[in-house]
């Protein structure tokens, strides 16, 4: 089974239990609230790798209009059924359908590590290009170092891989980036794992 259909399936098959198993009370969920300190009410913000909308855009939409994209359908299916007045689309995040220079900010909750780390730079160069100049990114990205692993996670099997920290805030500032902080956050369901949450600002 390829990559992305172990992870697109994996995520369909656990949709309902993993939007149970997300809390807004997380402290992954509270830096959210470095992007609501640093724009414009009504922004435009993309939630990339959106999963059902809980609770990232779920959050966000208290303050700015929210785009969500995932590639599970059975999770935009639940996005758009939680979160009736934001747009979700489904497209796999490494084809993203939208023109440059559009959105004001950016999140990336629990996404980019499921996707081959080999495509993680053109990946943020792709956000940087739908960014508007100065907008923000807040990422969730590998802490450590992991070429490729698939295990079970939930009850299916799961697909990770992703740098080591150091290498990923290096990527972040040759995408176009300016590093604005960052910090190792430790995972609200697996207590094992930990990521890197970077906020970014596009650069002219």
């Known amino acids: 089974m390829g990559r992305r259909k172990i992870v697109r399936d994996g995520y369909d098959k656990i949709a309902s239990q993993y939007a149970v198993k997300r809390t807004a009370n997380s402290e992954d969920i509270q830096l959210l609230n470095l992007l609501v300190a640093r724009l414009q009410p009504r922004s435009k913000v993309l939630d990339a790798g959106c999963g059902s909308g809980y609770p990232v855009s779920q959050f966000l939409s208290q303050y700015f ?11 935009i299916r639940l996005a758009k059924t939680n979160l009736p007045y934001s747009t979700f689309v489904c497209s796999d995040l490494t084809r993203m359908p939208f023109k440059k220079d559009v959105f004001d900010a950016l999140v990336s909750y629990y996404a980019i590590i499921h996707v081959p780390r080999q495509e993680h730079s053109r990946l943020l160069v792709d956000f940087h290009r739908i960014l508007k100049t100065g907008g923000l990114a807040l990422l969730c990205l590998g802490a450590g170092d992991l070429p490729e692993d698939t295990a079970d996670y939930l009850g299916t099997e799961m697909f990770w891989s992703h740098y080591d920290k150091e290498t990923n805030l290096r990527m972040m500032k040759e995408s176009g980036f300016e590093v604005l902080w960052y910090k190792v956050v430790g995972d609200p369901i697996d207590a094992a794992s930990a990521h890197l949450f970077v906020l970014a600002q596009k650069l002219a």
């Not at 209009?65 to 999770?75: K, L, P």
């Open 65 to 75: 209009q929210i785009t969500g994209v995932d590639f599970a359908a059975e999770q």
